[in-house]
């Protein structure tokens, strides 16, 4: 301070012609002494002021350099406030004094700890710390300094494992305590808000007996202090720290001390004594011997003479020069490139304060501006113990901080940072591991929200993050993949030719038709046999023909659906059994008009010939034709994307478009069974040698039985296998139709040709 307000004085360009007076008192860290000062500066009460003609007034101070501790600059601005009495501090750092309703008059060149603790919130949040333990002072500077870190922890998503404060002048218990906190946390990383006091005073206590490794981040005020160097299993400990400068000049006032200058001031004569173990001649007795004269502080090796890193006392530097640019602006005006200054002005302190509030100025490489709470621009230093090749722990500058950057460009980091206990990765201090993508966080119960657990995403929802909070479900035709992760389409089934189901059905469906074409290449070739014409030839050979479509139309039950094959699948499959039934019933309805034409004076045959056959086929067949037609028209159906019956695949189906109308066609095939199946058992007991009644009889009750059964198997069965059943039920009843009425007249004509001939057939009757 003496040095900068003397190269003021001796400035031509800041002040000139006019000499900076000032007073020097310690507070002793006493709030009660620094009010008494502060009184006594205020009154003016000065008993070694000289008032003269080169003085603009009385005593009175009209601003205030200090204090240190954030207790003690409240207690100062509280009184010299209202007399608006600026006051600038070097070192306090407590946000509260931003707030400019209680410290109207208060400034600072170090910035406000909100500052501190919103990058101290920020680096921890940068190396992924999310579990932490806490210490401050029980002081102004600490605890208002640690609810700020705290905020600011909480909205980074940080939590605390505890929080501890203590004192210097509490007992030492409650220091133990606080360091039996530490050793039995799981937090690994620990940032301390402490004053130098009491950090000294914790890391001495656990030295005693040493915890687990740990991490320490500290703020500015013990993380810098060269003293604390000593604990070196702090080693790696990380912080920040106001930064460094180099006071051109500085070095040489302070090695410049004459013994006059020392035996004149008391602070000096202590300093001189205790540096280089010898006593003044002026002083008082004690068993050290005279200094002699050859003491060279040249070659003193003390904080005092090392000006490498100076941190604090840029920060007086800056707070001197800062009231004599607003003393400067209040009395001094520029005139033709030259400064005039009134040197007998009578100077108010409110002057001075309205003047610093506006002062922007460049010193040392370094800008001094205050905003509207009276704070500097917030830049810090990232400072990293580390040892160094002789062994001693050394602090190195990683990193930097300016809190003026845009948001995410605050840090300026290096990757040279040593770790505790010397590692070179980054430590990991979290209450639970990071839930990996595909879970999802449930919070413990009772516990912070950075303990949880990680549960797997429910079924059909996915987390493609780490750490997410919930799962998200996948769109309709999408699922997840196993490690529900990420969402891929659904794999699109239908029961293709590529199926083994498929190849199967699509086989009896071929071969069955190549059955009934064989048939009926047998009874083309045998036509004019005794059993082939005593069968209604007609309507054997028409029946083969429907039973060939039946079997064709399997296939179009195979593959994917299709507007088209949608239509055509239920309408031919409709049309073609109808047309089969038909030819049964008509064949039944013969075999019961040919008994009634045995019967003496009945002539009901010419009732029933073959043009009444033809028409009977084609009329039951065009009722089915009607049904499809207007099934079609109204509400046909369509190809769709079923994506209910299995939630991880898309069944590709027809849907019916109108039920009304599937299950007319349905019923009317089931009617025209039935009606057959109760002529057919009606005539199956008449007089015929090849009783094809019987036959029908047996036929029917087979294909009444299938499509019974295919009712509930069709309603109940899942996917592709919907339509698996019902080509089932379309191959079971054709080949029981083709099995029952053709194969025993196939095998006679084939195996037995002695049994196809006409006397065969009247004995036959006969012995019937």
Known sequence: MIFAIEEINNSSELLPGITLGYQIHDSCASVPGTIKVAFQLTNGLDVVFHPSDNCSRSGMVLAIIGDSGSTLSMSISRLVGSFDIPQVSYYSTCECLSDKQQ??????????????????????????????????????????????????????????EYSESFYRAHPRSR??????????????????????????????????????????????????????????????????????????????????????KVAASQLLT????????????ESAASDRSVCDGSEDLQKLQSPYTDTSQLRVTNMVYKAVYALAHAIHNAVCQETNFTTQCEKLTKLQSKQILTHLKKVHFSQNGYDVSFDANGDPVATYELVNWQKSETGNIEMVTVGHYDASLPVGQEFRLSSNITWMEGRTRVPVSVCSNSCPPGTRKVLQEGKPSCCYDCLPCPEGEISNQTDSNDCFPCPSEFWPNSERNTCLPKPVEFLSYDDILGIILAVFSVGGACLAIITAAVFFNHRASPIVRANNSELSFLLLFSLTLCFLCSLTFIGAPSDWSCMLRHTAFGITFVLCISCVLGKTIVVLMAFKATLPGSNVMKWF?????????????FIQVLICTIWLVLSPPFPMKNLNTYKEKIILECALGSVIGFWAVLGYIGL???????????ARKLPDNFNEAKLITFSMLIFCAVWITFIPAYVSSPGKLTVAVEIFAMLASSFGLILCIFAPKCFIILFQPEKNTKKNLMNKNESL
């Open 103 to 160: 410290y109207p008059s208060f400034f600072r060149t170090i910035p406000s700890d909100r500052f501190q603790a919103d990058a101290l919130a920020k680096l921890v949040k940068h190396f992924g710390w999310t579990w932490i333990g806490a210490v401050r002072s029980d002081s102004d500077y600490g605890n208002n300094g640690m609810a700020s870190f705290l905020d600011a922890a909480r909205k980074e998503g940080i939590c605390v």
């Open 175 to 260: 220091v133990r305590r606080v360091a039996d906190v530490i050793r039995r946390s799981t937090a690994v990383v620990i940032v301390a808000f402490l004053a130098t006091g009491e950090m000294k005073l914790l890391l001495e206590e656990l030295e005693k007996e040493p915890s687990p490794p740990r991490q320490w981040i500290g703020s500015e005020t013990w993380v810098t202090d060269p003293q604390m160097l000593r604990f070196s299993f702090c080693a790696g400990a990380i912080g920040f720290g106001i930064q460094q400068s180099v006071i051109p000049g500085l070095r040489e006032f302070l090695l410049d001390l004459p013994p006059s």
């Open 270 to 281: 202590e300093f001189w004594e205790d540096s280089f173990n010898c006593r003044l001649a």
């Open 609 to 621: 010939g073959p043009p009444q056959q033809r028409m009977t086929v084609v009329s039951f067949t």
């Open 672 to 682: 025209l069974a039935v009606f057959c199946f109760v002529l057919a058992v009606l």
